[in-house]
């Protein structure tokens, strides 16, 4: 099996990883700033759906560590369709998430100043903006995974 | 190549394409019967994505139907390639636009009555419902085409 770069174990799949991590805990951190998020449901998607992807990326970086470290690629068929199945459920809910808090965000800025004022939705913007980051990273991991996924 | 169900130019891709032209038309259907669409960037937007995906949808249903009736399947790597990127790329919008719709759709709901009325707010959901679904069958549509590409 070639070494396609991006693939469980490899030094690139940690970038992704770690870049995966970084902008989710970001949005989340943006999303959390104020507890005003409470009153909107796809705020509240969106902080669950990050939970979720930051112990799933932060586990992964954990193993690509240490797969780095003992040079050694997983190649089990099982283990690769897990992480490629979770990879693709997490970056379809990232992007519903992403997508949601834009439009909402959108629509509360086009709405009353009471609603969402200038520094609040501005906070909101930034953490749909870092969804999207995080989204395209783990959609890049996926992809590269699948692909590698029928020649196992 | 063994034939894999689903991938293009077989009458089971030809039944997903039906699927994706017959739901997007129905979402594309539910959310204009008004024109109050205009009024929000979420719907205008899913709006968008429904005509792109019914046009590519409808195209390659005629592929489809082409190669079940002159018994060939298309085995070019550019030309499945292509199909793939389209379907990723619309697969992906539809994502976001159905979960635009809906996450604006429920911040309606939940605010004044007067910004949605109840009969007007449930086509909005028939909507975004419909959207899921095509993107449900768009997604079945490019991951089975990926499947099928490195074997190429």
Redesign the interface.
């Known amino acids: 099996m070639e070494e396609l770069p991006g693939v469980l174990g490899t030094s690139s799949s940690f970038a992704l990883r770690l870049g995966q991590t970084v902008f989710s805990s970001a949005s989340l951190f943006f999303m959390c700033l104020d507890v005003d998020f409470y009153g909107?449901?796809?705020f509240c998607?969106l902080v669950m759906v990050m939970g979720l992807v930051i112990s799933w990326s932060t586990t992964l970086l954990v193993v690509d560590a240490y797969s780095i470290f003992i040079k050694s690629v997983p190649k089990q068929r099982r283990f690769i369709f897990t992480i490629t199945f979770g990879d693709m459920v997490l970056s379809?809910l990232l992007?519903?998430?992403a997508?949601?808090?834009?439009?909402?965000t959108?629509?509360l800025r086009s709405a009353d100043k009471s609603y969402c004022p200038e520094n609040l939705c501005s906070r909101y913007q930034i953490s749909a903006a870092m969804a999207i980051l995080a989204w395209f990273l783990s959609s890049a991991s996926c992809?590269i995974n699948?692909?590698l996924?029928?020649?196992l």
């Not at 997508?99 to 909402?104: I, K, P, Q, R």
């Open positions: 909107y449901s796809a998607f379809y992007l519903a998430a997508c949601s808090t834009a439009s909402v959108d629509l992809l699948f692909w996924f029928p020649s």
